[in-house]
């Protein structure tokens, strides 16, 4: 057996049972007597309901139920409110309406559910739901903030006037208005982080199931936060937490999308409370595209002062959140919390002024994705510094170093009061620079030119706070036949936790890997949890699970001394054995754990804790970029990057979730655009047909290397990495581009870099 510790890179143990087979995804599943559903959906953005008809639905063959909002009212159900309704910093509640489960009286999104269709069969559920009718009564739509909050604009529920959920101003505007008036440089920027799907592979769904008998319901679902979620959707259906159990064993990706409760989740539970049977609903691609929580969507106007020598002096952002038709799960709090959060990021900046807004739209409501908030502060002030060098003549790496908190002001604190613990900003930023050869790019630019194409060279400093839910708990459990159990309530959803955890736990206890068994995804295994989010799982899992074996080895230590006949002062516990110090005598801690289950003290520890700081992963990214002149097509030909993670319990996994992030990051900056009708407020872009995601042929090799420090607010030193990439990938980029552009006289682009977009601002700039 192998005791693979903190700092290994052993393969991923549970790729063997996903390569034969074995995993337990929705389609996995085999109940008996299961029926189907389908969503009916709003083929309108915007419209009234005037009247649904089901009656020939319901007589269809193998229909076993066709559900409606007046039939939800009728039972009790209650509709989806907001994980967070009040600024996390101010307490201000927000102005925003509930989320009906099925529309009840008005549509607001195309996409959004209208009746729910249960048969015993998909395709009979299919064929039911085209003989629902439904009237509708057109409205005007409005999917962009602009439009939400121009005169006479549609009101897209009286809770909300004018559309605006959050119309908020912080920081020092007075500092900040006297720093830009002894100003010697201003820049000022506007910028659209553009709206994207997540498209993770395994749609989103559900299998609920109904046990009159203890008047329980059971959901196996794909979602990566399964205690949050299922606490929401209990409050839905109006019973208590105790009486629902989620269960997700295996879940194929989420990047943010399956982060909260959906409409879906409590509808297929109720179904199967009515009909009496299980319940089956996966979305389809479509549904995806048309209903899944999007992300970004953010504009700003953003403006950034500098004296003579290029040090800066304040930040003004102005910056429009379009929510979609409903506030769902943090679609408040991304723009007040995590969006302030780290403003200023890794730079001093001593005067901050923010204006605030978000609102709703006919689009689909606003979920998270990786580094929410965080990404487009980033963006915004990477962005800003390009723009800066090249209007007032400065480096671009030069006023990046001389504006960073420098290793020996470390924790900072910026302007908004929030602590950063550690990080050497401007080593990473000349380690990343020096190993992307940025020294040769002038030759490599002269050979692109002489193909006729244009290269430029970007880069962007990231970091994020991560650390999600601030609870966390793990039960660990020294079972019969010699193996550990690990119940977390944290939750993998293919990040090679059953690799890492036992890892983990490994290092502690000095119990050899194979013991040890992860056991997650299942709220009837441990009483909370905060899932996956935020990258907090190896920060917030692995604290628990330190500070769980700090009770194990105090327990084992009494157990020893008595069987070792010895003071307990005189025991030390060292590669997973309690020895008699200055002797040979020595007894294995799972030999204690068997003695402590014989003798009714069983060395089994539950530990639960709450947070107080957060991880700062931080890092620089390199970029080149090639331009056709002739047709505007960006091609990515170098990533470089050096990232400080912390302690690297696993580098290769580590390496791995880099590099995925990355792929994100550069898909939203090339490709990927969540584009609407402005008139109807059809989703244009609502399929692979027409939104694309990244390929393999769309990506250089990646270069990435680690410069780490370790965190001081955990006992691993570990930093969250999962989302690093996606948040550096866009600005990097982007400034790449404007590089190569900048001789054409480009100064600004909207949306992705598709060619379309590139050729327009070339074509606009001559």
Not at 106 to 128: I, N, Q, S, W
Request: charged share 20%.
């Amino acid at each position: 057996m192998t005791t693979s510790t903190i700092g290994d890179s052993p393969r991923r143990r549970e790729d063997a049972r996903f390569v034969t087979g074995g995993g337990a995804y929705l389609d996995d599943l085999r109940v008996d007597r299961l029926a189907h559903a389908v969503v009916l959906r709003s083929p309108h953005a915007h419209a009234l309901i005037t009247s649904i008809d089901t009656t020939a639905a319901a007589s269809a063959p193998g229909v076993l139920a066709v559900l409606t909002a007046a039939d939800a009212e009728a039972d009790g159900l209650k509709p989806l409110r907001p994980y967070v309704e009040a600024n996390v910093l101010t307490g201000e509640r927000f102005t925003f309406a509930p989320q009906p489960l099925l529309a009840t009286g008005k549509v607001r999104f195309a996409g959004e559910p209208v009746a729910f269709v249960v048969a015993e069969t998909h395709a009979e559920a299919l064929d039911a739901a085209e003989l629902v009718t439904v009237d509708y009564m057109p409205l005007a739509a409005v999917t962009t903030a602009d439009a939400a909050r121009a005169p006479g604009a549609s009101t897209l529920s009286p809770e909300v006037p004018g559309n605006v959920c959050v119309d908020w101003r912080t920081g020092d505007a007075p500092e900040a208005d006297k720093a830009f008036a002894q100003a010697a440089h201003v820049v000022t920027l506007q910028l659209d982080n553009h709206r994207i799907v997540m498209n993770p592979m395994e749609p989103r769904g559900g299998v609920g199931q109904f046990d009159p008998a203890s008047g329980r319901y059971t959901l196996h679902v794909s979602s990566q936060n399964i205690h949050n979620n299922r606490n929401h959707v209990a409050r839905t259906l109006g019973v208590e937490a105790k009486d629902v159990r989620f269960v997700a064993p295996d879940v194929g990706g989420g990047f943010g999308a399956k982060n909260f409760a959906y409409a879906e989740h409590a509808l297929v539970l109720w179904a199967a409370r009515r009909t009496g049977r299980p319940v089956k609903w996966i979305a389809s691609r479509s549904e995806v595209f048309l209903s899944d929580h999007a992300a970004r969507d953010m504009w700003a106007e953003a403006a950034l002062a500098l004296d003579a020598d290029g040090k800066f002096l304040a930040l003004k952002v102005s910056s429009v959140a379009n929510l979609g038709a409903y506030m769902v799960g943090a679609g408040g709090a991304v723009p007040t919390y995590q969006y302030v959060h780290l403003q200023g990021t890794v730079y001093r900046l001593p005067a901050i002024s923010l204006h605030i807004l978000a609102v709703l739209t006919n689009t689909a409501p606003m979920g998270v994705t990786r580094g929410p908030g965080f990404a487009e502060t980033v963006n915004i002030l990477e962005r800003l510094i390009d723009a800066a060098a090249r209007q007032g003549g400065f480096d671009r790496a030069e006023l990046r170093r001389r504006n960073m908190v420098p290793p020996e002001a470390m924790p900072m604190t910026n302007a908004f009061g929030f602590q950063v613990d550690s990080g050497t900003f401007a080593q990473t930023l000349d380690l990343a620079l020096a190993r992307a050869d940025t020294g040769g790019f002038a030759e490599r630019r002269r050979q692109s030119e002489a193909s006729g194409r244009l290269r430029g060279l970007g880069f962007a400093y990231h970091i994020k706070g991560t650390g999600g839910p601030p609870d966390e708990n793990v039960d660990i459990r020294f079972e019969i036949d010699g193996t550990v159990s690990l119940i977390t309530g944290t939750q993998h959803i293919g990040q090679g936790h059953e690799t890492t955890f036992p890892q983990i736990l490994s290092t502690r206890l000095g119990v050899p890997n194979e013991r040890i068994r992860l056991c997650q995804g299942d709220t009837d295994l441990i009483p909370a949890g905060g899932g996956h989010g935020s990258s907090r799982a190896t920060y917030m899992g692995g604290t628990a699970m330190w500070r769980a074996s700090d009770e194990i080895i105090a327990k084992g230590t009494a157990l020893a001394a008595d069987a070792l006949e010895a003071a307990e002062a005189d025991i030390r516990f060292e590669d997973g054995r309690f020895v008699v110090s200055g002797t040979d005598r020595a007894i294995p801690l799972l030999e204690v754990a068997a003695l402590g289950r014989a003798t009714g003290k069983p060395l089994d520890t539950f530990h639960a804790w709450t947070r107080e700081h957060m991880t700062f992963p931080n890092g620089a990214h390199v970029v080149e970029v090639e331009i056709d002149r002739d047709t505007g097509r960006t091609s990515l030909v170098r990533y470089t990057a050096v990232d400080d993670y912390g302690v690297l319990v696993n580098p290769m996994i580590a390496t791995g979730q880099a590099h995925g992030a990355m792929a994100q990051g550069i898909g939203q900056a090339l490709l990927e655009h969540a584009t609407y009708d402005p008139r109807s407020g059809q989703m244009l872009a609502g399929s692979f047909m027409d939104y694309a995601l990244p390929r393999a042929d769309d990506l250089p090799s990646f270069d990435l290397g680690f410069n780490a420090t370790p965190c001081t607010t955990n006992p691993l030193g570990v930093k969250g990495c999962g989302e690093a990439g996606a948040i550096a990938a866009f600005p990097a980029i982007a400034n790449a581009i404007l590089d190569a552009l900048a001789p054409l006289g480009v100064k600004s682009f909207d949306g992705p870099a598709s060619p379309a977009h590139i050729w327009q601002a070339m074509q606009a700039a001559r």
